[in-house]
Structures are given as structure tokens and as C-alpha cells.
């Protein structure tokens, strides 16, 4: 981390604190859907919205963040709060590539062609994973 640059440390620590604040409370949320079962409820088009909201905010986490509260809305709005569990598992997902992304920095005396970049770029993902990223300087 030491060789890192500063924007780069800051910007996954935010990261890791946007996917904590999202994951916890939603994990909680789809644990207490299923306690309470739910979901199936909340995804009936007879139900009424509000009717839907009232059910949702006694299964809310009291520090969940309002951003969170009306994704799991729009989701009860739309009938498909079944989907949360697959949501989670996708951030998750995403959320371990973005910490096993490796930065390749890319220094050239000239600036590269597109044609240049790309064949760098297939070269050392195919050393160090798919998940590569490049950046580009020109010294």
C-alpha cells in the first residue's frame, strides 16, 4: 500500500465504507424478510405501496441509511424485493474484484498508439488476470 498513490488509497477506502454501509443493512433486511416471510408479500402487485412500506420499516435496521431504505422501497414497488439475495451476491462479488484489481502504471517516453495499449494490455492480463487495470503517463 506503501507504493500506492494517495487518491487511489483514499478512493477504495471509500469504497469499502459505501459497500459496508449497503451490504450490513441489506443482509440484515433479507434475514429479517425471511424471519418474518414476507417477501412474498411484498412482491403482490394487490398490495398497496404504503401497505408495503408500513411492513418494511418493522423489518429495517434502525441505523439503516435512507439510501438503502428506498433501494429495498423501489424494489417493493416494483414486486421483485424477491431479487435481494441475488443483489447481495453481486455486490459481494463486486466487491472482491475491486480489491484483487491489480494497477499496472504504464510509463512511455512518447504517448502509445490505441493498437500499442491494447496489445500491452492483453499481454499483462494474461500474466496477471483479466482484472488488470492500466494507467498511462508519459515521462
Known amino acids: 500500500?506503501?507504493?500506492?498513490?494517495?487518491?487511489?488509497?483514499?478512493?477504495q477506502a471509500v469504497f469499502e465504507e459505501a459497500m459496508s454501509g449497503w451490504l450490513a443493512p441489506l443482509k440484515t433486511i433479507v434475514a429479517s424478510l425471511a424471519k418474518a416471510g414476507i417477501t412474498s408479500q411484498l412482491d403482490d402487485a394487490g398490495i398497496v405501496f404504503s401497505k408495503k412500506q408500513e411492513m418494511l420499516r418493522a423489518v429495517f435496521p434502525t441505523d439503516a441509511d435512507a439510501h438503502v431504505q428506498?433501494?429495498?422501497?423501489?424494489?417493493?414497488?416494483?414486486?421483485?424485493?424477491h431479487l435481494l439475495p441475488e443483489?447481495?451476491?453481486?455486490?459481494?462479488?463486486?466487491?472482491?474484484?475491486?480489491?484483487?484489481?491489480t494497477i499496472a502504471k504504464v510509463t512511455s517516453a512518447v504517448p502509445l498508439?490505441?493498437?500499442?495499449?491494447?496489445?500491452?494490455?492483453?499481454?499483462?492480463r494474461g500474466q496477471f488476470g483479466q482484472d488488470t487495470a492500466f494507467e498511462y503517463t508519459v515521462d
Not at 1 to 11: D, G, H
Not at 70 to 81: E, I, R, S, Y
Not at 87 to 101: E, K, M, P, T
Not at 113 to 124: G, H, I, R
Open 70 to 81: 428506498n433501494f429495498v422501497f423501489l424494489l417493493a414497488n416494483k414486486n421483485q424485493v
Open 113 to 124: 498508439t490505441d493498437a500499442e495499449k491494447q496489445a500491452m494490455e492483453t499481454k499483462l
Open 87 to 101: 443483489i447481495i451476491g453481486a455486490l459481494d462479488v463486486y466487491a472482491q474484484r475491486s480489491a484483487a484489481v
Open 1 to 11: 500500500m506503501a507504493n500506492e498513490r494517495p487518491s487511489q488509497v483514499y478512493a
